[in-house]
Nanobody, 120 residues
Framework: VQLQASGGGLVQAGGSLRLSCAASGRTFSSQTMGWFRQAPGTEREFVAAISWIGATRYADSVKGRFTISRDNAKTTVYLQMNSLKPEDTAAYYC???????????????WGQGTLVTVSS
């Protein structure tokens, strides 16, 4: 599976962005897809994941603000981010795994990061 993330940018606090992650490979529909983020000087942290049947899981810090979704026909996963805060500033990475987990080590495939910057 090859993953290509896009949609990052600069936004003011309270604004919204939608990230996309286009996947290639025939196994996309059977994979859990996740989003992680990493700010400078910090470890990569879990943001959200969606299983192949559409079950979702979120980090507490983004619940109620972010929504993960997937379109298996387009082999794309999305992360809708609303009510953005400066602390959401980070490089965001999409990843694929055989099952849902908050641990980066479970994810076998990673896209390149897309930078999200939230100004105060």
């Amino acid at each position: 599976v090859q993953l290509q993330a896009s949609g990052g940018g600069l936004v003011q606090a309270g604004g919204s962005l939608r990230l996309s992650c286009a996947a290639s490979g025939r196994t996309f529909s059977s994979q859990t897809m996740g989003w992680f983020r990493q700010a400078p000087g910090t470890e990569r942290e879990f943001v959200a994941a969606i299983s192949w049947i559409g079950a979702t899981r979120y980090a507490d810090s983004v619940k109620g603000r972010f929504t993960i979704s997937r379109d298996n026909a387009k082999t794309t996963v999305y992360l809708q981010m609303n009510s953005l805060k400066p602390e959401d500033t980070a490089a965001y990475y999409c990843a694929a795994a055989p099952y849902t987990s908050v641990l980066p080590t479970v994810y076998d495939y990673w896209g390149q990061g897309t930078l999200v910057t939230v100004s105060s």
